[in-house]
């Protein structure tokens, strides 16, 4: 086995930062670092739902929106919406809709905004964990947490949590995988190039087992923002 | 008292047979936490206390409301809350301006989520304190003793909504936006009436 560019082992996540409640005319945000990736995402709501006929009198609409700041990559990304940008938007909301209890909160729109400030592959991934962290920080009841992290194949290593460099390899492959935990249900899944049926499941099981530890980290995350002990005080 | 528990949305809380309260819900016969919260359980009973959230009316709650749009009929009502509400002029005595502060009670929630209101108080000129509903039974306390503690030690007049939505006119405000701060940040700890108290006897000839 050969050490990867950054010295870590093949199942090991790049190191991570968090912090909750950043945007304060938010009802939730969150504020990731996940290696060289930075997101920030912002909750509003549930809010009213303009224009009217968008409204489901069944359950909130989910608004979920990708951006990536002109400056996140090497050169200049238009901040025009790509088609990419859009496609990860759609995919990324219907995962998040079935963390969400949405049945709660009929004619109304739950906005969940990330924008990514650095980008080292894996952005996806970085932006539904932010998002999911950002939606339990905002109390909206939910049946658990998204946890993504993508897995994939890079000079014949079946490896997790690839970087830019990793991801540029000849027979590169990824799968960005969202698992809504704990249940354990995979509810984003999403892969780029050719890959035999043995190695797709070897690279959805590091995925899963990766998915725990973002889990594990959100987890934290979570608790840390509300100590039961210590001083009061400003 | 006994140590509190924080639980995150998903987390596996109990399988026996209990009384569902509020923010859990059941699959295959076991109760999990669907918010982030403090964990209460008594023999017969769960129930999770959100920390954070957003405000669902229920007949009975006082709120205070701000008059944000005047219509041919009525005016539009917001209160912190996902859906505004509409007033209708007959049920008042005087015209509203734009931007009043309200304080009224839910008589009633029909079968399409609109609100009747009742007790309809006029508040006079002060300021509004907005939180989330989650935080409003520490602000008001055991048997109103927070909200004592705050009014003797600031010479406040407060009224507390439901909503999350705090009026008030203070003769030191600056201190109650502390003290009130101090109260939302804490929310989740215990011992803290004596806490609030300490703080706003220290500050309060500052």
Known sequence: MTKRLDGRKNDELRPMKVELGVVKSADGSCYLEWGNNTVIATVHGPRP????????????????????????????????????????????????????????????????DTVILSSNAGTRAAAITA??????????????IVSAVASGRANGEFILDLTKEEEDAEDAVDTAIGVLMPQKEIVLLQMDGFVKKEDWKKMISIGLKGAEKVYDFQKNALLKKYPVDGDINE | MNEKKIVVPGDFLTSEIKKLGSNVYINNNKIYSSVIGILSESP?????????????????????????????????????????TYLPKSTLRRKLDVGTVIFARIANISDNDSIELDNINILPVGTIYST?????????????????????????????????????SSKNPKLLVRALDLVVKNSQKSNLTNSVKEFLEKNKTK
């Not at chain 1, 200049?76 to 909301?93: F, M, Q, T, W, Y």
């Not at chain 2, 405000?55 to 539009?76: F, H, M, N, R, W």
Request: proline fraction near 6%; aromatic fraction near 8%.
């Open chain 1, 49 to 112: 739902i303009f224009p009217k006929h968008l409204a489901n009198s069944e359950k909130a609409v989910v608004d979920y929106r990708y951006r990536m700041a002109p400056f996140s990559v090497g050169e200049r990304k238009s901040p025009v919406p790509a088609k990419r940008d859009k496609e990860i938007s759609l995919v990324s909301g219907f995962s998040l809709e079935s963390a969400i209890q949405v049945e709660k909160f009929p004619n109304t729109v739950i906005d969940i």
């Open chain 2, 132 to 168: 989330s509903c989650v935080k409003v039974p520490r602000i008001i306390g055991k048997n109103e003793s927070m909200l004592n503690i705050l009014k003797e030690n600031t010479q406040s007049n407060i009224v507390v909504g439901k909503n999350g939505w705090i009026w008030f």
């Open chain 2, 44 to 84: 017969e009973y769960i129930s999770v206390i959100a920390l954070n959230g957003a405000y669902t009316p229920s007949a009975g709650d006082g709120l205070i409301c701000v008059v944000k749009q005047e219509a041919a009929t009525g005016y539009v009502l917001e209160f912190n809350s996902p859906t505004d």
């Open chain 1, 131 to 144: 998002a999911s962290l950002a939606c339990a920080d905002a109390g909206l009841p939910m049946n658990g």
